[in-house]
């Protein structure tokens, strides 16, 4: 009778390692096991954080509660250390498939080839000749790293695989993803791994939002600690400040909805048959209350969160996995280790997996070597004081410590002391290594926010000179005022004018800008307009990140025409001036969003704050200061407008001069 397949998958993530063990019964059924959290003492990320430390301290305490000596392991690389490419292939004979794809890959894969360890997967709809290839990559230096901690505590994994690519291995298998298209969404601690997917195929990016992302928000909301704010953000649904708590994390919700729009819309693109239906929610980041509800309403899209996974049978309780889709990652993983996986590409090392291989084959040889050493007592005396020098060795590596940074770069430099056995020398030299290397990370952490603002302010004065040319174009589309009285030069010499024969005062072709605030953005299509106004979509769907400048004009007319005469005076001769070839920039988004009298404003309640009201007002704020004319019958207009930082394309041009690409006259409250 054949023995049961067993395999664990360990997702070792930022936050905690997270196992489940499976087994592949003789009648096909797959049960959990087993299954272990461990959350880490710090995120692995945080400045102050002793990574290696951190990892190997889950992995001894998850080795002393788990015997995996019988077991297959698979572990997984996070998707934002990975690459992920994806095309489609011209109908070919099966044998000609590899030597295609490693031509693709040659391609596709920004980094000499033998820096990198690589594997494919091929998608094909039944009856259909296309077959769809994902190539993912990962950078060897980084593979290695990586795997050290497993090697480190005696862990050979027979394979590797991505996370996203292990979510999508979960959600077939268990049947979440339907005949029409399905997002699987995992928030992690760090990041958001997002899995466009369908029964033939499969389409992944990782997004740079995690957990971790609301519990800062909270922080710099409440001046807490980061521990503080983790807790509170876990009881944020039954805390009593739980208004305000949702409040201060509302930024980075829009902030991942606009991620997950934009991703959409990118795979909608080459994807025209696309329905996408529901969103799979994962990850232990959906624990957070709200989270699917808000997705669901500004997406559009079902949003659900499974309790448990269909097809996976659980005999009896395992408290590990109360919050099950935290482990999706893990038991894609341990799928692929008993062959149940959909996608079986693999990162794991050649020469890796060779080592193993041997290792594993060496009990067949120690027993030859047995017989050989019963055989002649001389080869007997020599193993055993071989194994006795081996065991000294051992003992005195383990008592080998290098202090700190200091005596890493002596040990680097002049060598581990003399004295020492060969193997405490080898324990030196790779502890120095570690601490070198952790070092080397830390430093790369620091000044992150301050190379981020010398970027900004280096944009900054590059575009400086475009600031100008900008306000000009702004001034250029005011309308001309009345002939009569364009001729006036002073205030006096216009009041004279008007009370010579010039048009009355709602008749008058003005507009003042009253003031102009500009705000410079890394990428303009992602800006959310102040004031909870909602910003129109811009005039072509823009992928790649584009720089911009964010616009807030404020104007005053006594037309009575109101917003009619703003939209076509002033707004339609700013679109036909700002989209101009040549002029290193272009107004994309322009929208009226506010609109009143001023009537209305000087009869609003008095302010504590300096804004004029009923009661007390000064009279003389009812009237214009040049010409002392009646103007509570004027109208006050705020314009809200993009500006892209390039010159504009020839399709914008396209799009702009048609007439159904014209935005037109967008709404606003007044007028």
């Known amino acids: 009778m054949a023995t049961p397949q067993t395999a664990w998958g360990i997702d070792l993530g930022r936050a905690a390692l997270k196992a489940v063990k499976l087994r592949l019964g003789t009648d096909g059924a797959v049960e959990v096991v087993a299954a272990d959290l461990i959350e880490h003492a710090q995120i692995l990320t945080q400045p102050d954080a002793d990574r290696t430390e951190l990892i190997s301290s889950a992995l001894e305490k998850f080795l002393s509660r788990n015997d995996i000596s019988k077991d297959r ?107 029409q298209t399905t997002i699987l969404l995992d928030v992690g601690a760090e990041n958001t791994d997002l899995v466009i997917a369908t029964r033939n195929g499969l389409w992944t990016r990782t997004i740079a939002i995690g957990g971790n992302r609301f519990t800062e928000a909270l922080v710099k909301a409440f001046k807490l600690s980061f521990g503080k704010a983790e807790a509170l953000k876990r009881s944020a649904d039954t805390s009593k400040y739980r208004r305000q708590i949702f409040q201060a994390m509302r930024p980075v919700f829009s902030d991942l909805v606009q991620e997950l729009q934009r991703s959409i819309g990118f795979y909608s693109s080459t994807h025209r048959d696309a329905e996408i239906d529901r969103v799979i929610g994962l990850g232990a980041g959906f624990q957070l209350s709200g989270l699917n509800k808000y997705i669901t309403q500004n997406l559009g899209i079902e949003t659900e969160v499974p309790k448990s996974f269909a097809k996976l049978s659980v005999p009896a309780p395992i408290p590990a996995m109360e919050f099950q889709p935290a482990f999706a990652a893990a038991i894609g993983l341990a799928l692929q280790g008993i062959d149940q996986a959909r996608v079986t590409s693999n990162l794991l090392p050649v020469e890796i997996a060779k080592q193993i291989v041997w290792r594993k084959k060496k009990p067949t040889f120690a027993a030859a070597a047995a017989c050989l050493v019963l055989a002649g007592g001389i080869v ?24 700190g940074v200091d005596d890493a770069v002596n040990v680097i430099n002049n060598g581990p002391p003399p004295s ?18 952790k070092e080397l990370s830390d430093l790369r952490g620091q000044g992150v926010s301050e190379r981020s603002t010398t970027e900004t302010l280096v944009q900054l004065q590059e575009n400086k000179v475009l600031i100008p040319r900008i306000m000009e174009v702004v001034h250029q589309s005011l309308p001309q005022p009345d002939p009569v009285l364009a001729s006036a030069d002073t205030g006096p010499e216009l009041a004279e004018k008007i009370k010579e024969g010039g048009p009355p005062r709602s008749q008058r072709r003005i507009v003042r800008i009253q003031s102009m605030d500009i705000q410079y953005t890394s990428d303009i299509h992602l800006l959310i307009w102040p004031n909870l106004v909602e910003a129109p979509p811009p005039l072509l769907p823009q992928e790649e990140i584009k720089p911009g400048m964010w616009l807030r004009i404020t104007c005053r007319t006594p037309n009575a025409g109101g917003a009619a005469f703003i939209n076509e005076n002033f707004i ?49 704020l009812k009237y214009d200061p040049v010409t002392n004319e009646l103007w509570t019958d004027d109208w006050e207009f705020s314009i809200n407008a993009d500006v892209v930082l390039s010159d504009i394309p020839e399709e914008f041009l396209e799009v702009a001069e048609s007439p159904e690409g014209e935005p037109g006259s967008e709404g606003t409250e007044g007028g």
């Open 380 to 403: 007997w005396f020599r193993q055993t004081s071989d194994m006795r020098a081996l065991a000294s060795g051992a003992r005195e590596a383990e008592q080998v410590r290098v202090a």
């Open 572 to 620: 339609k001769p700013l679109r036909e001036n700002g989209r101009k070839p040549g002029q290193g920039f272009y107004f994309d988004r322009i929208n009226l969003v506010d609109g009143r009298k001023l009537e209305a404003e000087l009869e609003a309640p008095a302010s504590p704050f300096g804004r004029p009201g009923s009661r007390g007002v000064d009279e003389t």
């Open 420 to 437: 020492l056995g060969d193997r405490a020398k080898a324990a030196e030299v790779n502890q120095a290594g570690d601490i070198l290397r």
């Open 73 to 179: 392991v698979v572990v997984s690389v996070a998707g934002q250390n990975t690459l992920a490419r994806f095309t489609k292939l011209p109908p070919v004979a099966p044998k000609r498939i590899p030597d295609i794809v490693r031509y693709e890959a040659d391609q596709q894969i920004p980094f000499d080839m033998d820096e990198v360890i690589w594997d494919y997967q091929t998608f094909q709809a039944e009856g259909l000749p296309d077959i769809e290839v994902g190539i993912f990559a990962m950078k060897r230096e980084l593979l290695r790293e990586h795997l050290l901690y497993f090697e480190q505590a005696a862990i050979e994994p027979v394979a590797v695989q991505t996370t996203p690519l292990a979510v999508y291995n979960t959600g077939f298998y268990s049947e979440l993803i339907s005949e």
